[in-house]
């Protein structure tokens, strides 16, 4: 009789192990790195991003901030052509990202990212945006 049960860390980490092998079956080929860039004034960190690469040559950008005061004076303009620049240099292929409607939509899309899918949450509130970016 099959029953749901808890997982341990250990039997949580077996599985990621499970899937990581079905993957190498699809995926020929493993890339690393990382970029994590960050704006500094007067000694103090207003501004950074931090992406991965994952599969296939795409790098996730998992956090991209600014601090209020110096939002919409081109800061992130700058982080993410870097990022992208140095994303290329790496061998990076594609960049992809996701952002909630409060966070960076509309700033996604003035960087040439595409929208790839959204989905709203009306009882909770929300929209999230995901983009992607050939490069």
Do not use: P
């Not at 061998?91 to 899918?117: C, H, P, S």
């Amino acid at each position: 009789m099959t029953e749901i049960i808890e997982l341990t860390e250990e039997q949580s980490e077996e599985l990621n192990e499970a899937l990581e092998e079905f993957d190498t079956e699809h995926i020929t080929y493993r890339m690393e790195g990382s970029v994590c860039l960050g704006m500094q004034k007067d000694g103090e960190l207003i501004a950074g991003v931090n992406a991965y690469v994952t599969c296939f040559k795409i790098l996730y950008i998992e956090t991209l901030f600014v601090q209020e005061e110096y939002r919409r004076t081109g800061l992130g303009k700058q982080l993410i052509t870097e990022l992208e620049r140095r994303a290329k240099k790496m061998g990076v292929n594609l960049i992809r990202v996701d952002t909630f409607d409060w966070q960076g939509k509309d700033f996604y899309l003035a960087m040439g990212y595409e929208l790839a899918g959204q989905y709203t949450c009306e009882e909770d509130g929300y929209s999230e945006y995901f983009f992607l970016k050939r490069i």
